[in-house]
């Protein structure tokens, strides 16, 4: 989740980057806690699951939300 706002910190993304690294960031933290209080095959599941939600969100919002490089 820290390091998932570095490219805003060093100018790199914009705030909609920003604001959907902390959400998309936070959904996961909360998914793998729930699952890290009892783990069971179900849980597993769903960690795996917004892993594979998480990861091409986070791209694509880092794709749309990129900062120019000045000329």
Request: no cysteine; charged share 5%.
């Given at each position: 989740l820290l390091l998932s706002v570095v490219p805003t910190l060093l100018g790199l993304t914009g705030l909609?980057?920003?604001?959907?690294?902390?959400?998309?960031g936070g959904a996961m933290l909360?998914?793998?806690?729930?699952?890290?209080?009892?783990?069971?095959a179900v849980r597993a599941r769903r960690v795996f699951r917004a892993s594979l939600l998480?990861?091409?969100?986070l791209l694509?919002?880092?794709?749309?939300?990129?900062?120019?490089?000045?000329?």
């Open positions: 909609v980057y920003l604001v959907g690294a902390v959400v998309l909360a998914s793998a806690l729930a699952s890290a209080q009892e783990m069971t998480y990861q091409p969100l694509l919002l880092l794709f749309l939300d990129t900062v120019p490089a000045p000329l």
